[in-house]
């Protein structure tokens, strides 16, 4: 019998964390608990400068950085800056 290897990747089709309300399957067990919050209405995050709510706390911190100012990512072709990388990457 071969011994189990800790180290090997898992096979990204081995997806044993099941929502139980939907259809959506997971690899890791965190991923399943942060898809279960699209789940509930409750938003207990809420931005102290607009209140907008929302339903995980890393949103929130993502939101905040709008209301910053500031723009570190700037496209390379036209110059235009963004607060987010991934506004950038739509751009």
Do not use: V, W
């Not at 898992?10 to 699209?38: E, G, I, Q, V, W």
């Not at 995980?56 to 036209?78: F, I, M, Q, V």
């Amino acid at each position: 019998m071969p011994a189990f290897n800790q180290n090997r990747p898992r096979s990204p089709t081995a997806k044993k964390h099941k929502c139980p309300y939907c259809a959506t399957d997971f690899t890791r067990h965190h991923n399943l608990k942060s898809h279960l919050l699209t789940h509930s209405h409750e938003k207990p995050y809420i931005c102290p400068t607009c209140q907008a709510r929302f339903r995980r706390l890393h949103d929130l911190k993502r939101h905040t950085k709008l209301h910053t100012g500031e723009r570190p990512h700037s496209c390379a072709k036209c110059g235009r800056r963004f607060a987010r990388g991934d506004a950038l990457a739509r751009h």
